[in-house]
């Protein structure tokens, strides 16, 4: 029952984000996401927890939704001036998309053969979707902070579809793999603030010096 | 040893933080490199432990890429001191965390990274040293702040990491295909232990797994159509960091593939890999051939080169056992190579002052070795005589041939033709005929000369002869790919 209630949230709250119009919304919105996240893995997980267990959840948790929203905020405090984010793809059409996902990822579920062990079918749909509305953000929208949220949506999608599909890593790798993507949001941000120094706005439509 | 050889990119790393002073700095960057590089000879010395369950180890297959990333981070190590002490940009010298001692820093961890992920046997410590490698080189690539390389080091880190976060996708697939038979329970997810038990793994989720990781993978390793920050990255970058990023760090996510695609031939789904191979490695090839043929910028020519190239080891990789010695040799060949060029267009860049190809002429008056060296890597790179990427040209198209991929191999001599036809009208004007600029004619910079003239050297000699141990070590890398 709470697992229901969670993924219909974790919906909500992607397409909420398809439909923002507001930086610090959608800063606030991957935050929470990332905290259900952590909530999901509390509730599906069966049997004792271990230490370890304990450990990454607890640090997953902190990293995601309280240091890299935390910094995202920093550097949208330094950077950027219009607070809105400027879209390619207009905001209902971005949502009329979020539906369309939300459609793929059921029908995929359902078609998928799925292993015996205990799976659950609704979280992997909520991944799936998770995993669309980052990959939608990064490419629709044009400012390198919004693409940075995409990416931290792409990667709370896959962390909900290894816990959905059970797929647990080692300790040590899954503490590596929440390194790299913290170092990964953190080495984004520095250059954000190159880019804004450069440039005078992170606006990705403007870095297009080189082609061919 | 392995141990040894994380740590002595670890410690160099860090020390190259800590150190006030440039010149020691510099020193502390080769030395590493010289220690990395015994430290894999005494390794391949020692020959190789069956790998069982470990996490970080080596086979022929990784000892091979070591080598090649070694090698390259050996010679551009020592170019890197020449280009640090000719393009000074701090203010003022001799400081901790300057803008130099983070390149440098960064550089040194670039090579640790690489290491790491050549010598990981778990998919998800793979997939942690491939992020890796990216972090630690988006820096590298933006070192001179410039507008250009900002933009190119953001569609860098960007269009890699999502990538990468791809293929994390076709990590937790290949867990969910191993869950189907109660059997495998508690399996660990290391290469050796997928491919040993690949029967019994579910066909669906392990091809699709294949998929992400040829996406995720592929992105990195620079395949069309995930190629597109590939350019840009290796036009941007300093040209030591060019020369690594395409000798060195393609290999390594190539090497990511190569190692699910063993599981995958294990399980007998060799059919649906290889043509998907052989199919992204055939557009890649056109592509590049496509962008080479109307390129002005010559550091972006040998970046299409690249993508070409790795077309080329992707073809190889899959049209099955016949081409594995020809594509291994090839891996060698074209870092070598490639190195080589991307060294003596840093040179050419330093002289002349710009990258278009239309005001570069007259190299060989002006800087006659690296002009000499400009002809010979052309000549390398399109597969002539007497060069060794003809010999493992000449190996794929023949084992083409021999497994009956006719269609494959007449594609694959038609981008080259292209790519030869487009090259010769590029570069070979850039080395003869009057200097465009009146530019003093000096001898030329040791650290600038001597690295790509041993890489060109090293590509010449394994054209006419191949040292028997290294022969050894193309053929056990080549078995274990058809192992199936």
Redesign the interface.
Known sequence: MITHIIVALLVLINLQMLGSSRLGGLIRAVALEALLMGFLTLVIHTGQFTWYEWVVIGSTITVKSVLLPLLLKRALHETVVRRDVEPLVGYSLSLFFGLLFVGISALAVVKMPMPPIHTSPLVIMAGMLTVCTGLFLIITRTKAITQTIGYLVLENGIYALGIALAAESPFIVELGILLDVFVGVFVMGIMIENINREFDNIDTTQLTSLKD | MIRTLLFIPLFGGLLSFMIASDRLRRAVLVLTALCHFTAVFVLWNKGFAPLGDTWLGIDALGLLFLLIASTLFLMAAVYTVGYLAGHPHASIPDKRFSRESIFTGSFIFFLGTMTLAIMSQ?V??F??AI??T??AS??LI?YQ????S??????Y??IC??GI?LA??G??AL??SA??D?ALHGLP?TFGALADHAGAL?S??IKGAFVFFLVGYGTKMGLAPMHTWL??AH??SPSPVSALLSGALLNCAFLGILRVHIILGKAGLAMFSNQLLMGLGLLSMFLAGW?IV??TNFK?LLAYSSIEHMGILAIAAGAGTQTHFGAMLHAMNHSLTKGMLFLIAGNILAAFGTKTVSRVTGIIRVMPISGILWIAGFLSICGVPPFGTFVSEFSILYGLGQSGHWIVMALMLLALGIIFVGMFRILIPMAYGEPSQELPVSPENGWYVIPPLILGAAVLVLGCWIPQPLNRLFAQAASLLGAY
Request: net charge negative.
């Open positions: 778990h998800g410590v997939w942690m992020e890796s990216t972090l988006a820096p933006s702040h410039s507008p250009r900002l933009e190119a080091a953001w569609k880190l960007l990491s999502v976060a994390l996708i990590n937790l867990v969910v869950a189907f109660p997810m579910q669906t989720w350019p840009d036009s941007e962008f109307q390129q972006r």
